[in-house]
């Protein structure tokens, strides 16, 4: 299992480089097909669109199938086969579908890994095993910042897409070699992920987990690369720089996070403390605009750390989840904190479209202002929760 837990670590790594990398390439493909700011914001969306949608199909899989030939089978048909399409691209249309594709092979990786945690590990555990593998996944976001920028100079974007579909395909076939499948609960144990939906006490841990991650989500994913190439005119290797600043700043948020949860004895207020201080860092960020380019690198890098909750939130609700629903279970609040993701990326393309004109930092102060509002108003709900620690 040792071995297996590592290839979906590795799964993991290639999932959040897919999430993050158009940042970078933003430059090369606005030159190359012509791909605008909102055109890469609809991609970024797709991906994010296609990964919560399969989540509740990836949930019923990994409590019937198994993780192994769950996320073996998705990686390789949509990693690999989505990553080869997007190396062939020749117009922004043709980059959507690939990161459809490539958000459908990424959609059971880290699922995988949290319902053998879910099954094999104790519950108070969870939250520390979530956060390492997301934590050591993140290299993925690390990598697709500067040294991407420099394999699309040195391979040019094509074969760097390109190379990253053959790797895509040895992950998925290393999975399948080496993942074991846990035992399934004894006894005959019925349910369905409406009997998840019926729980009240999840509704008040559902909309912060759709609004907690999108801000940095969609900040390193996308929007980090236009805002500082229109606002500030920096180049691809410097953007590259700051999308590794804020990349890092997201990984050591989710270090932090990981075992507070046990360190404070609580869970609610870590994560509804960690929230609200990246509000705060959405409005620095609002104030920083204009100001030299480290105050809004800093910032943002403030919100990815901040941002880094997802586990914790995770662990909230998983702590909920009867053990024969857990695959259905983590996947389900997967759905929402992924799919807020490609809500915000939709919307957010619609506000750059909108607010674009003679002032180029106005469609991104917009979009931070969003995200800032969103944010508040999912911990607004979330004060009314249940901490799962009592």
């Known amino acids: 299992m040792q071995a297996g837990l590592i290839l979906l670590c590795l799964a993991y790594v290639l999932s959040q480089f897919f999430r ?72 922004p249309l043709h980059v959507s579908i690939a990161m459809f594709l490539i958000g459908i092979g990424c959609s059971p990786v880290l699922m995988a890994s949290y319902y053998i945690f879910a099954r094999q590990y104790p519950p108070a555990r969870f939250a520390t095993l979530a956060a390492l593998m997301l934590g050591v996944g993140s290299a993925g976001n690390l990598v697709a910042s500067y040294p991407t920028a ?63 991650y999108a801000p940095s989500g969609a900040l390193r994913g996308l929007w980090i690369g236009p805002y500082l190439s229109d606002v500030y005119g920096l180049s691809t290797q410097a953007v590259g720089l700051a999308t590794l ?40 960020l609002i104030l920083a605009t204009g100001a030299p380019v480290w105050m ?44 807020g993701v490609g809500i915000m990326q939709f919307a957010t393309g619609r506000i750059h479209a909108e607010m674009a004109g003679a002032d180029p930092s106005l469609p991104y102060t917009g979009i931070f202002g969003f995200f800032l509002v969103c944010l508040a108003a999912g911990c607004a709900i979330y004060l009314l929760s249940r901490d799962s620690m009592d």
């Open 20 to 91: 993050a990398f158009l940042a970078v390439l933003s430059g090369v493909l606005g030159q190359d097909i012509g791909a605008a700011p909102d055109d890469l914001a609809f991609a970024s969306g797709m991906w994010f669109l296609s990964f919560a949608a399969m989540q509740l199909p990836v949930g019923w899989a990994l409590d019937h199938a198994g993780p192994r030939r769950t996320a073996a089978v998705l990686l390789l048909l949509g990693g690999g086969g989505g990553a080869a399409l997007f190396a062939a691209a020749t117009a």
């Open 150 to 212: 420099l394999a699309v100079d040195l391979f040019g974007w094509r074969g760097t897409l390109a190379g990253l579909a053959a790797v895509s395909v040895a992950v998925a076939a290393g999975i399948f070699m080496t993942v074991s499948d846990p035992d399934k609960p004894d006894g005959e144990h019925k349910g369905s992920v409406l009997d998840l939906l019926k729980m009240p006490v999840m509704w008040a841990i559902f909309p912060l987990m759709l609004v907690a």
């Open 245 to 284: 600043v804020m990349g890092a700043a997201m990984i050591a948020g989710t270090f932090a996070y990981g075992p507070l949860d046990r360190v404070l004895g609580t869970r609610k207020w870590l994560i509804l403390g960690g929230n609200l201080l990246g509000c705060a860092a959405l409005g620095g």
């Open 296 to 339: 809004p690198v800093a910032m943002m890098a403030a919100v990815g750390f901040f941002g880094a909750s997802f586990p914790v939130i995770m662990a909230h609700g998983r702590a909920f989840v009867p053990p024969h629903l857990a695959g259905r279970g983590v996947t389900l609040l997967n759905l929402f904190g992924i799919g």
